[in-house]
């Protein structure tokens, strides 16, 4: 208990004469201790020798403790980790490849961003693929979009959701947006939904949608959310993203693909509240993304 106490304070002091201790830590024969002294790194600066030292556990594959070694690299943050965590998304361990894929997203390796395509259209583990969508999300990789609409298409978990979701905001570049909104859906989605169509309208010239084809579309499920009809609510509002993608998206090809796709989902008949909910609020980030408006209110 001892060793493990001294463990975390060294990487709460965030000093670099830590480094010898904490690689010390690392070699300690308690499993406890090492765990420590993952997370302790993962807290402290940046050095070329602890990065080395996780690098090596990431490699190790007799090791449970390269999911861990994974994340610390993440955090850190240093670009040198990029090539052994891009070695790691070939591990035969699913763990370590997801954790892996989820830091080589929090470091903008791009040099990763074929390889984490390729996870995210064929790896065997959902949580492998879905590690992949968030990672090419950060990396604002647009092209990786279809298939991740096709991951959320098969009805993941709602936190799974959640995160695929997430990654095309991240694509959208309206991600403070969109975890605004989402935070707000549960308990009061119906609310949470009208102010944000109110708030599109209001942004729009003298409270009309600059898209003449969805301005009525909008009023009206700005109507329905507040009144807490959340199904005629998400129907209308898919009419609006299918009408404005039929006219063109103004900012490419892939708003018109995420509104395309949201309408679809919002005109399914038998969705489940929440799912309808979720699509609501990547529907309406998409469509301030396509009308050119900043992801938060000045």
Same mark, same amino acid.
């Given at each position: 208990n001892?060793?493990?106490?001294t463990?975390?304070?060294?990487g709460q002091?965030?000093?670099?004469l830590?480094?010898r201790?904490l690689l010390?830590?690392?070699?300690?024969?308690?499993?406890?201790?090492?765990y420590?002294?993952?997370v302790?790194?993962?807290?402290?600066r940046?050095?070329?020798? !602890?990065?080395?030292?996780l690098a090596d556990?990431?490699?190790d594959?007799?090791?449970?403790?390269?999911?861990?070694?994974a994340w610390?690299l993440?955090r850190? #943050?240093?670009?040198?980790?990029?090539?052994?965590?891009?070695?790691? !998304?070939?591990?035969?361990?699913? +763990?370590v490849r997801a954790?892996?894929a989820?830091?080589?997203?929090?470091i903008r390796?791009?040099?990763?961003q074929r390889?984490?395509e390729?996870?995210?259209?064929?790896d065997?583990?959902l949580?492998?693929?879905?590690?992949a969508?968030a990672?090419?999300?950060? +990396?604002?990789?647009t092209?990786?979009?279809?298939p991740?609409l096709?991951?959320?298409?098969?009805?993941?978990?709602a936190?799974?959701?959640g995160?695929?979701?997430?990654?095309?905001?991240?694509l959208?570049?309206q991600?403070?947006r969109?975890?605004? %909104?989402?935070?707000?859906?549960p308990?009061?989605?119906?609310?949470?939904?009208?102010r944000?169509?109110g708030s599109?309208?209001h942004?729009g010239?003298?409270?009309? =949608?600059p898209?003449?084809c969805?301005g009525a579309?909008? &009023? &009206?499920a700005?109507?329905q959310?507040g009144?807490?009809?959340l199904?005629?609510?998400?129907?209308?509002? #898919?009419?609006?993203a299918g009408a404005?993608?039929?006219?063109g998206?103004?900012? #490419?090809?892939l =708003?018109?693909?995420?509104?395309?796709h949201?309408?679809?989902?919002?005109?399914?008949?038998?969705? #489940?509240?929440?799912? &309808?909910?979720?699509?609501?609020a990547?529907? %309406?980030?998409?469509?301030?993304?396509?009308?050119?408006?900043?992801?938060?209110?000045q």
């Open positions: 001892s060793r493990i106490a463990t975390v304070g060294l002091a965030r000093s670099p830590s480094v201790e010390e830590a690392l070699a300690d024969p308690s499993y406890n201790v090492r420590e002294a993952l302790a790194i993962a807290r402290t940046p050095h070329p020798h !602890l990065v080395q030292a556990i990431l490699a594959e007799d090791t449970d403790l390269g999911p861990t070694a610390a993440g850190l #943050g240093d670009p040198r980790a990029g090539p052994a965590l891009r070695r790691a !998304l070939l591990s035969p361990h699913p +763990l954790h892996s989820r830091a080589l997203g929090r390796d791009t040099a990763s390889v984490l390729d996870l995210l259209r064929g065997p583990q949580q492998v693929r879905v590690a969508a990672a090419l999300g950060q +990396l604002r990789a092209t990786s979009a279809g991740i096709s991951l959320l298409e098969d009805d993941p978990p936190a799974t959701r995160e695929l979701a997430l990654a095309l905001a991240r959208l570049e991600e403070h969109f975890v605004r %909104l989402w935070r707000q859906l308990g009061q989605a119906g609310l949470a939904l009208a944000e169509v599109l309208l942004q010239r003298r409270g009309q =949608c898209c003449n969805a579309l909008l &009023r &009206r700005e109507v959310f009144a807490d009809e199904g005629p609510g998400a129907a209308t509002l #898919g009419q609006a404005v993608a039929a006219a998206a103004s900012s #490419g090809e =708003c018109a693909a995420i509104l395309r949201c309408a679809r989902q919002l005109a399914a008949q038998g969705a #489940g509240e929440r799912r &309808r909910a979720d699509y609501a990547l529907a %309406l980030v998409a469509l301030r993304a396509h009308l050119g408006w900043p992801p938060q209110d």
